[in-house]
């Protein structure tokens, strides 16, 4: 049992004289990515993963939130776009028929209407007189 301490200390005194323990960051040894970086290799190991894989399933849920966010905002600015001409389809529908039944209720549109339907009518000549409570 001693021999595997002192094994293990001999382990760790190696990796200090290389450099390596001395540039670690939030678990990662930074001397160790750099170089395999620029040999080429990749960080993205199975290993990174196993370390990582609470931080890996938290960004990929956010990642699925933020589309499923962004989809249905999409969806309801459609709808409230269409929703927007309906309504301005409705408002002009609603001026033309006001237009057209206040040019049916005039005077003289009355008049021809009554002429035309051979109704003996006639508007008075005289305006109405109102009885008053003195």
Do not use: W
Not at 29 to 46: C, D, P, V
Not at 52 to 78: D, F, G, P, R
């Amino acid at each position: 049992m001693a021999k595997s301490n002192d094994n293990k200390k001999n382990n760790n005194k190696k990796k200090r004289d290389k450099g390596g323990s001395d540039n670690v960051a939030y678990g990662v040894n930074t001397t160790e990515l750099a170089g395999k970086m620029i040999q080429g290799r990749s960080f993205l190991t199975f290993g990174f993963f196993k370390r990582n894989m609470v931080y890996v399933i938290a960004i990929t849920v956010m990642l699925l939130m933020y589309i499923s966010n962004k989809y249905t905002c999409q969806n309801s600015l459609s709808q409230v776009m269409k929703l927007t001409e309906e309504l301005n389809n409705a408002k002009t529908d609603c001026v033309n028929a006001s237009a057209q039944y206040n040019s049916m209720i005039r005077e003289s549109q009355m008049t021809a209407y009554i002429d035309s339907m051979h109704i003996d009518l006639t508007s008075p000549d005289q305006p109405p007189f109102y009885l008053t409570d003195k």
